[in-house]
């Protein structure tokens, strides 16, 4: 919501779909959410940039091995900085900025296949609740896209929005988002 309200072009190309798609008369359901492509990219690129968990979940090496060519010693604590993969610039052109159009047409998912965008982990520990969490996630994002518009609270303007990032187990914004619903 955030980075939609710091960008409005694309706050309404996701609202455009979302009436194109599902129309004025019903709610966002489940089943929409394989027909809303910009919406899915929305969500990917909101993870690429702001992992909702930065490190993913301490491990510790049983053995030592070798990876890439850096030696990790037996009971080393690893972190995984998911973060800076998504902004790699080796990776990723254009790191820093929100642009859910590279995700259309493009095969990475979020589901531990593909190294480059890995929110939920992967192999044998990635996240249980997967599949869950990212339908609701689309589930919530589309619906409140749907039912309102959604302006700043009084006077602040989308380039004045501080976007600074609070980083803990869990990563979250550190001035929380006031937005203002509007019935259309
Ligand atoms: C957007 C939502 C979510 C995100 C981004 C997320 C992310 C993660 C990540 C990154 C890990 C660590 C994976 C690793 O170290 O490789 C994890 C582990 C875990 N998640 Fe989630 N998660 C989400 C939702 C949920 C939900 C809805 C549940 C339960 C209903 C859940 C339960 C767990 C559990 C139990 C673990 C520990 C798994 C283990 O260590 O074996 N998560 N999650």
Redesign the pocket.
């Known amino acids: 919501m955030a980075e939609l309200l710091n960008n409005p072009n694309l706050m309404a190309k996701a609202r455009s779909e979302l009436g194109k798609v599902v129309g004025k008369e019903k709610m966002v359901e489940e089943s929409d959410i394989s027909k809303l492509p910009y919406l899915q990219a929305v969500v990917k690129e909101t993870f690429r940039l702001h992992p ?2 930065p490190f ?2 301490p ?1 510790k090496t049983e053995m030592k091995s070798e990876i890439l060519g850096y030696a990790v010693p037996k009971n080393a604590h690893v972190l995984v900085n998911v973060w800076a993969i998504g902004r790699d610039f080796t990776i990723w052109s254009n790191p820093n900025s929100f642009v859910p159009e590279r995700f259309l047409e493009c095969e990475i998912d979020v589901k531990g296949r593909d190294f480059r965008l890995i ?5 044998r ?5 997967l599949l ?2 990212h339908r609701m ?1 689309h589930l919530m994002l589309a619906s409140l896209l749907h039912s309102f518009d959604w302006k700043l609270e009084d006077g602040l303007k989308p380039e004045d929005m501080d976007m600074t990032e609070k980083f803990g187990f869990t990563l979250r914004k550190a001035q929380p988002l006031q937005a203002v619903p509007i019935k259309p």
Request: charged letters at 10%; a positive charge; one cysteine or more.
């Open positions: 909702p968990v993913l979940v491990r929110p939920f982990g992967a192999g520990r990635i996240c249980p609740g869950l969490g996630v």
